[in-house]
């Protein structure tokens, strides 16, 4: 008995792989001015591939020619993540999304229609049986070209959950193999968000043949935490971007979510993320797109490991885990960085010149000290060569 609750506790225990669906080419691509050329769009699809991600949103092939040409290309070209294609619940834009990625080794096709009151009466001027009727048509469509299709519900924060609940019952048995629960307009709290996954995967009929998605825009600044309180009451599928990019405020960051998942819910959820490449994927998407990354943003940004406090300097350099949940080699940054400004304390002025040079004693750093407060005043911040310049003029390098 003992022996067999042991396996039983092991089995439990064990991380449930969350898929990571990345739609950085489609709805990142859909912030203004961030259009991206097919030979742009093919070595940031490699290197999402290599990133490790499970689903590669290559784009809207009905959208355009262009769109519908890279969508073909990307499929030729991934070796691993499976290849999706958007569509409406539009007979001519399934049998496109279809042709675009025939050529995928895993092809899937990504259909929906909008199910809240306010796009079923304001946008389709419909009623809730003929969405119903519309949605089941174009999966049941999307199903006689590929095996794997994934169905949205667009503006499904704002749907009410029992009609979401038919819809999706309605569409599993059609064949959908995912369900996307998209919180287009950012709308919902993360207990909200939470609440309507749990309540799908209790009352889906056919649950157990699909996957619970979530896509969470980022309106209230909420997107990744509702993907996370969507991943924790029963998705196993989040779509996200890098960096956070698309349209208005921008959609769930995939940085953030796997790097959640890895240090907060390491013991129940894994993703097959390679997060040594996020700094470097990152920096290759903002580059391509001409869209920086902000300074403090979360894990990518400039600022995510640089300390410029002189208390926060000195507890890192003391030890990094003081002041850094997270070592920066994890996602692909060598090191933390000690940024001297005037709120540096001796700590970090000793640190930055044993860097360039100078092994400082006590009565020598206190002589920099003061030479270096006068210099950082004068400055927001004071770099390598500026320290060099100050140091050399005081002392000859002891190293």
Do not use: W
């Amino acid at each position: 008995m003992a022996y067999f609750y042991f396996k039983l506790h092991r089995i439990q225990r064990m991380a449930t792989p969350i898929q990571i669906f990345d739609t950085t080419l489609r709805d990142g691509e859909q912030v203004p001015g961030c259009k991206l050329n097919q030979e742009q769009k093919l070595v940031i699809a490699e290197a999402l591939d290599f990133l490790g991600v499970d689903v590669i949103e290559a784009g809207f092939p009905i959208s355009s020619p262009g769109d519908f040409a890279s969508v073909e290309a990307i499929a030729k070209l991934v070796k691993n993540a499976t290849v999706c294609g958007l569509s409406r619940s539009v007979m001519k834009d399934i049998e496109c999304a279809a042709q675009a990625v025939k050529h995928a080794k895993k092809p899937r096709i990504h259909t929906g229609i909008g199910t809240s009151d306010m796009h079923i009466k304001y946008k389709f001027n419909s009623n809730r049986e003929d969405i119903i009727e519309r949605a089941v048509a174009a999966v049941k469509y999307a199903k006689s070209f590929v095996e794997d299709v994934e169905f949205y519900a667009e503006d499904a924060g704002r749907t009410d959950n029992e009609y979401l609940a038919k819809v999706c019952s309605a569409v599993i048995k059609a064949g959908a193999t995912v369900l996307n629960i998209p919180d287009t307009t950012g709308y919902c709290l993360p207990s909200e968000y939470g609440d309507k996954i749990n309540y799908l995967y209790e009352n889906v009929v056919g649950i157990d043949k699909a996957i619970l998605s979530t896509h969470c825009h980022n309106d209230l600044g909420l997107a990744t935490a509702n993907s996370i309180a969507g991943v924790m009451n029963g998705a196993r599928q989040v779509e996200v971007t890098i960096n956070g990019i698309g349209e208005r405020a921008g959609n769930t960051a995939l940085e953030e979510v796997v790097m959640i998942l890895k240090h907060r819910l390491g013991d129940q959820f894994t993703t097959g993320i390679n997060t040594k490449q996020l700094n470097q994927v990152s920096r290759l998407v903002s580059d391509s797109m001409a869209m920086p990354v902000q300074p403090n943003k979360a894990i990518v940004g400039d600022n995510a490991f640089a300390h410029s406090s002189g208390i926060h300097q000195d507890g890192v350099i003391k030890n990094r885990a003081n002041y850094e949940i997270i070592d920066p080699r994890e996602v692909g940054v060598d090191k933390s960085s000690i940024v001297l400004t005037a709120r540096s304390g001796r700590a970090a002025l000793a640190y930055r010149a044993k860097e360039v040079g100078y092994n400082l004693f006590k009565d020598e750093l206190d002589i920099a000290y003061n030479e270096f407060i006068n210099l950082a005043d004068k400055k927001k911040e004071v770099n390598s060569e500026d320290l060099n310049y100050m140091l050399s003029n005081l002392f000859k390098a002891t190293a």
